[in-house]
Nanobody
Framework: QVQLVESGGGLVQAGGSLRLSCAAS????????MGWYRQAPGKQRELVAL???????NYADSAKGRFTISIDKPENTVYLEMNSLKPEDTAVYYC????????????????WGQGTLVTVSS
């Protein structure tokens, strides 16, 4: 019903910046919140940042002061601006979206993107 497409990952040197994008499409009636999570090798997936449809944000301690999440509501797109990147930020970054879809009937969705790899070299 709803799909997410991520982009913007890549290789960057420590101290550098990257901007991730995630576009939601499909039978979207409402987006309640979108967020970014990451999973490093051998570790569990963890929250990086969340943003609600009205702009409330929540950041992991590791992201505070360095990362900024924003949302383009008309485009159902969420961005993650990452600055001052560190080698420990290396991970696959996943986008998540929750909300309501409509395809004749209403329903709730909670979907994940395919992930985009961010590699920070020292």
């Amino acid at each position: 019903q709803v799909q997410l497409v991520e982009s913007g990952g890549g290789l960057v040197q420590a101290g550098g910046s990257l901007r991730l994008s995630c576009a939601a499409s499909g039978n979207i009636f409402r987006v309640t919140a979108m967020g970014w999570y990451r999973q490093a090798p051998g570790k569990q997936r963890e929250l990086v940042a969340l943003i609600s449809s009205i702009g409330n944000t929540n950041y992991a301690d590791s992201a505070k002061g360095r990362f900024t999440i924003s949302i383009d509501k008309p485009e159902n797109t969420v961005y993650l601006e990452m600055n001052s990147l560190k080698p420990e930020d290396t991970a696959v970054y996943y986008c998540n979206a929750v909300g309501t879809y409509y395809s004749g009937t209403f329903g709730e969705y909670n979907v994940w993107g395919q992930g985009t790899l961010v590699t920070v070299s020292s």
